[in-house]
C-alpha cells in the first residue's frame, strides 16, 4: 500500500539548534517527494521538491532535504531554527502515474522555544 | 497576482443546511482540487478537476458536489451539512494534474456544522 509515515507529531526545538524531521514513505513507482509547510492560519507553501538527480535538494527558507532510496526516506533539515519556522511540516509523495493525487503524512508540528 | 482565492474563510452552519466554498485561481491552472484537513489525519483529497467540464472523486467525496464550469472557478457544495464535515477546507490549484506538479494552496476555509 502507498503510504507516507511522519514518526513526529510534535517537536520542540530550541532556537538556533539544528532540526531534522523525518519521512518515510511507501510508494511502488518512482517517487516524486514534496515537503510543504503551513503556517499558522494559513495555506500549504512548498518548501522543496525531489524528482530525480543529486539526491540532497535545497529549498527556501535555508531548508534542505535527503533523499535516500534504500531507506525510503526523504528527511527535512535545518542547521539553525529560527522562531519564525514554528509551523506545520507536511511530506507527500506522488508520480507521474499517480492519477492526480498525492499521498500525504499527516504532519508535523515545530515547536520554537526561545 | 492573487494565486488561488478561497472564501468565505469562517463559516458556521447547523445541520442540514447547505452551502458553497468558493475557489478561484488566476494562473490558468489546468488542475484544481479540494482537501479537507483534520488534525492528526493530514490532507485528504475531496474531488478534484484536470479542466473544464472534467471533475473526478477523491478519497472522501461522499456529501460534496463540485462543478467546473471555467478554467478559473472550482466550487465545494456542501448539500446537508452533517457535524462531520466540519474541517478546514483548502483549494489547491496546478498547472497540470500530475503528481509530480507543484500545489498552489489557497489560505483555507474553516467550517464548523453544529
Known amino acids: 500500500a502507498q503510504s507516507v509515515t511522519q514518526p513526529d507529531i510534535h517537536i520542540t526545538v530550541s532556537e538556533g539548534a539544528s532540526l531534522e524531521l523525518r519521512c518515510n514513505y511507501s510508494?511502488?513507482?518512482?517517487?516524486?517527494l514534496f515537503w510543504y509547510v503551513q503556517s499558522p492560519g494559513q495555506g500549504l507553501q512548498l518548501l522543496l521538491k525531489y524528482f530525480s538527480g543529486d539526491t540532497l535538494v535545497q529549498g527556501i527558507k535555508g531548508f534542505e532535504a535527503e533523499f535516500k532510496r534504500s531507506q525510503s526516506s526523504f528527511n527535512l533539515r535545518k542547521p539553525s531554527v529560527h522562531w519564525s519556522d514554528a509551523a506545520e511540516y507536511f511530506c507527500?509523495?506522488?508520480?507521474?502515474?499517480?492519477?492526480?493525487?498525492?499521498?500525504w503524512g499527516a504532519g508535523t508540528k515545530l515547536i520554537i522555544k526561545p | 497576482n492573487a494565486g488561488v482565492t478561497q472564501t468565505p474563510k469562517f463559516q458556521v452552519l447547523k445541520t442540514g443546511q447547505s452551502m458553497t466554498l468558493q475557489c478561484a485561481q488566476d494562473?490558468?491552472?489546468?488542475?484544481m482540487s479540494w482537501y479537507r484537513q483534520d488534525p492528526g489525519m493530514g490532507l485528504r483529497l475531496i474531488h478534484y478537476s484536470v479542466g473544464a467540464g472534467i471533475t473526478d472523486q477523491g478519497e472522501v467525496p461522499n456529501g460534496y458536489n463540485v462543478s467546473r464550469s471555467t478554467t478559473e472557478d472550482f466550487p465545494l457544495r456542501l448539500l446537508s451539512a452533517a457535524p462531520s464535515q466540519t474541517s478546514v477546507y483548502f483549494c489547491?490549484?496546478?498547472?497540470?494534474?500530475?503528481?509530480?506538479?507543484?500545489?498552489?494552496f489557497g489560505a483555507g476555509s474553516r467550517l464548523t456544522v453544529l
Open positions: 489547491a490549484s496546478s498547472l497540470q494534474g500530475t503528481g509530480a506538479n507543484v500545489l498552489t
Open positions: 494562473m490558468n491552472h489546468e488542475y
Open positions: 510508494y511502488g513507482a518512482t517517487p516524486y
Open positions: 507527500a509523495v506522488g508520480g507521474m502515474d499517480s492519477n492526480y493525487q498525492l499521498i
